[in-house]
């Protein structure tokens, strides 16, 4: 027995009638400009069932976006309570060494020291010469900025200002050629002349003895001797130390602490002025004689 109906041509036929009324369409929308207006009351009638139906998609986005923001969260959250532990343990440290250096200072009668006054500065530019390394802040003489004032960023020694303008200064950094700085060794006080070799993550330690105490991750401090740069602040930490028999002197390497290729803020310090010696001439004058010995003993 034949069935009523025979589904056999209906999906050919189908496939033409949607392919005619596609084409009538087109041909309708490219003769016809009221067509424009059909097809915005059509988007308007289609947009909710494009929303219900983008909605499953945007549903399973959020979530999984608010799953990894959560995780992200959980994790950064963790590390800092364990950063936050840390630094109070170096709280609680740093308290103590502070009472005993104020203990120490008053019985030498020391002076105290305050906190060093400083401004925030800006990079505005590099220099584009490969031979020197250099660079331009955005703070000048109009913001108390001065020849040869210390330059930090937030891990050590940068440079210092080599020139100034109203609103800009230009800072020659650690790693130049020409500059050089006075370091003392932060573990046992032995102090050195740290100089710039043309590369960002190497500097030299010039003229180290080969009975020098100085080794691999020591760490340099300023030493304050030259009378620009304070003392105590970080600037580079060993990684080589090679001892030759045949020569007097060391060949030592150190890295700058600074992240002079990637900080974009930098302090810049007002250290108190040096102290100038009193003139005291006539004293060792008067001391040198006192100590000659008698013209009839001397024959």
């Not at 009638?17 to 988007?43: I, K």
């Not at 200064?169 to 006080?189: E, F, K, T």
Request: proline share 8%.
């Amino acid at each position: 027995m034949k069935p009523l109906f025979s589904h056999g041509p209906v999906p050919g036929y189908r496939m033409l009638l949607c392919a005619f009324l596609a084409f009538a369409l087109m041909f309708a929308e490219h003769r016809f400009s009221r067509m424009e207006d059909v097809r915005a009351q059509l988007t308007t009638v289609v947009a909710p069932i494009q929303w219900l139906v983008s909605v499953p998609s945007d549903v399973l986005t959020w979530g999984a976006l608010a799953l990894s923001e959560q995780r992200e969260l959980v994790e950064e959250n963790r590390r800092l309570r364990e950063q936050l532990l840390t630094l109070s343990h170096r709280v609680q440290r740093m308290a103590s060494l502070t009472a005993d250096n104020v203990r120490l200072r008053e019985l030498l009668n020391a002076a105290p020291q305050g906190e060093m006054p400083y401004i925030t500065a800006e990079l505005l530019s590099l220099d584009s010469d490969p031979f020197t390394h250099q660079m331009v802040i955005d703070r000048g003489r109009r913001d108390g900025a001065y020849v040869g004032q210390p330059v930090m960023d937030a891990s050590g020694v940068v440079g210092q200002v080599t020139a100034v303008s109203a609103y800009s200064s230009r800072v020659l950094m650690l790693a130049d050629a020409s500059h050089a700085l006075p370091v003392q060794i932060n573990r046992n006080g032995l102090r050195f002349i740290v100089q710039g070799t043309g590369h960002y993550n190497s500097l030299d330690v010039r003229h180290v003895p080969n009975t020098a105490d100085i080794r691999e991750g020591d760490l340099l401090v300023s030493s304050g001797l030259a009378g620009r740069f304070p003392s105590g602040y970080p600037v580079a930490r060993v990684t080589s130390v090679e001892h030759d028999p045949g020569q007097p002197f060391a060949s030592v390497s150190a890295e700058p602490v600074a992240q002079l290729q990637r900080s974009r803020h930098f302090l810049l310090l007002f250290p108190p002025p040096p102290v100038e010696p009193e003139d005291d001439d006539g004293l060792w004058d008067e001391s040198f004689s006192i100590m000659k010995p008698p013209r009839e003993l001397s024959r």
